[in-house]
Nanobody, 128 residues
Framework: QVQLVESGGGLVQAGGSLRLSCAASGSIFSINAIGWFRQAPGKKREGLSYITNDGSTYYVDSVKGRFTISSDNAKNTVYLQMNSLKPEDTAVYYC??????????????????????WGQGTQVTVSS
């Protein structure tokens, strides 16, 4: 089992930046990808981005060019740098990890969503 702890959320004005962290522990040898999702009130959980063990990354269109995912393998931590934040980015942000086999792109996000281990989430609020 992998344990994940998110941090770095907060309140920021539109146009501002935040960096979220996802610290992994436990059976990290069993995973090959970590992703970020978010869930706004009354909406479904939305996949945003992932990074694989070999450094491959993926972003959905709504965050491409504004968000950057990266990892520090020595710290077993994945980051999500969020720039040019908008009020519609307001949500609880979660990281999730899984062995996603050979899936890529949207299919890999679906595997993370359906089979991943989840953190507790961190609130991001963007004021207008």
């Amino acid at each position: 089992q992998v344990q994940l702890v998110e941090s770095g959320g907060g309140l920021v004005q539109a146009g501002g930046s935040l960096r979220l962290s996802c610290a992994a522990s436990g059976s990290i040898f069993s995973i090959n990808a970590i992703g970020w999702f978010r869930q706004a009130p009354g909406k479904k959980r939305e996949g945003l981005s992932y990074i694989t063990n070999d450094g491959s990354t993926y972003y959905v269109d709504s965050v491409k060019g504004r968000f950057t995912i990266s990892s520090d393998n020595a710290k077993n931590t994945v980051y999500l740098q969020m720039n040019s934040l908008k009020p519609e980015d307001t949500a609880v942000y979660y990281c999730t990890a899984a062995d996603t086999y050979y899936y890529t792109g949207p299919e890999l996000l679906r595997v993370l969503r359906d089979f991943g281990s989840w953190g507790q989430g961190t609130q991001v609020t963007v004021s207008s």
